[in-house]
Nanobody, 113 residues
Framework: QVQLVESGGGLVQAGGSLRLSCAAS??????MGWYRQAPGKQRELVAV???????NYGNPVKGRFTISRDGAKNTVYLQMNSLKPEDTGVYYC?????????WGQGTQVTVSS
């Protein structure tokens, strides 16, 4: 059974930093990443990383966020720097394997101005 456990969300002032973690169990995934959803908006890509280390970032976070992956721990991290109020939302961990996509329950990130 696939399980994704997220941690690291919280409240931070604008300009601050947070680090999210997502520990996966039950499988090895070809890609893992983060998406976010703000109130009243659609879920959007934040960042994704493959087992080969290739990364892709959503335009709003390029240059501020960094995704990394620990294959031995089957864990993906998202380092978020220079946070802005518009980064506020629920951040969801995503894992992809063989045409199937799995989601975590989400962790709230709130950036105050």
């Amino acid at each position: 059974q696939v399980q994704l456990v997220e941690s690291g969300g919280g409240l931070v002032q604008a300009g601050g930093s947070l680090r999210l973690s997502c520990a996966a169990s039950g499988s090895i995934f070809s890609a893992m990443g983060w998406y976010r959803q703000a109130p009243g908006k659609q879920r959007e890509l934040v960042a994704v990383i493959t087992t080969g280390g290739s990364t892709n970032y959503g335009n709003p976070v390029k240059g501020r966020f960094t995704i990394s992956r620990d294959g031995a721990k089957n864990t993906v991290y998202l380092q978020m720097n220079s946070l802005k109020p518009e980064d506020t939302g629920v951040y969801y961990c995503n894992a992809y394997r063989g045409g199937n996509s799995f989601w975590g329950q989400g962790t709230q990130v709130t950036v105050s101005s």
